[in-house]
């Protein structure tokens, strides 16, 4: 069962900042089905980014991702006031099927 | 615009059963990937369960055996079927379609809580 860890738990920044957040996988994992959401309180989660660097129709290009194998990364050059929610990644892989990480949230310092 | 919503959601007795609905607007379900992704109070995602356009159906460990995911194509609906429900089911249940090509969720419900009283 694959596993995936973000990191950190929390992350504070201010707007204008730039933004990482790591997605670690128990194995090497296809970056091809590798997504991340964006998680506002009280919303259902939005697609940002999927096959690991693949912007969803109408995300900003602020949005990036980036990764392989085990390690891939979800980057916000520049952070806007509306940025500050929760972000999942997510893979797909035929045993697991759907798994999600456990969230990292970016709230304004 | 693509548009799904949920509905079905409630407080229910541990033990009980409830049936979920998921309407869906602008694409055809039956032609699509379908699931069902659950957040408990605070916590985090957790996929349940998924149909696939070709009829075949996956279940998530945790309520497999228990829950049961369909449509109905006349309807354009997904339902989800939650029998011998437990208080750890408590949570907002989202449909979503799923995209194929690269298994992500592209679209989402706005959510259906379900709550069970232990």
């Known amino acids: 069962e694959i596993v995936l860890t973000q990191s950190p738990g929390t992350l504070s920044l201010s707007p204008g900042e730039r933004a990482t957040l790591s997605c670690r996988a128990s194995q090497s994992v296809s970056s091809s089905y590798l997504s991340w959401y964006q998680q506002k309180p009280g919303q259902a989660p939005r697609l940002l980014i999927y096959g690991a660097s693949t912007r969803a129709t109408g995300i900003p290009d602020r949005f990036s991702g980036s990764g392989s194998g085990t390690d891939f990364t979800l980057t916000i050059s520049r952070l806007e006031p509306e940025d500050f929610a929760v972000y999942y990644c997510?893979?797909?892989?035929?045993?697991?099927?759907?798994?999600f990480g456990q969230g990292t949230k970016l709230e304004i310092k | 615009e693509v548009l799904l919503v949920e509905s079905g959601g409630g407080l229910i007795q541990r033990g009980g059963s409830l049936r979920l609905s998921c309407a869906a607007s602008?694409?055809?379900?039956?032609?699509?990937?379908m699931s069902w992704v659950r957040q408990a109070p605070g916590k985090g995602l957790e996929w349940v369960s998924i149909i696939y356009s070709g009829g075949s159906t996956f279940y998530a460990d945790s309520v497999k055996g228990r829950f049961t995911i369909s449509r109905d194509n006349s309807k354009n609906t997904l339902y989800l079927q939650m029998n011998s429900l437990r208080a750890e089911d408590t949570a907002i249940y989202y449909c979503?379609?799923?995209?194929?090509?690269?298994?992500?969720?592209?679209?989402w419900g706005q959510g259906t809580l379900v709550t069970v009283s232990s």
């Open positions: 997510q893979h797909y892989d035929s045993s697991s099927m759907y798994t």
């Open positions: 979503a379609r799923v995209l194929p090509y690269n298994e992500n969720f592209d679209f």
């Open positions: 602008e694409f055809i379900v039956s032609r699509n990937y």
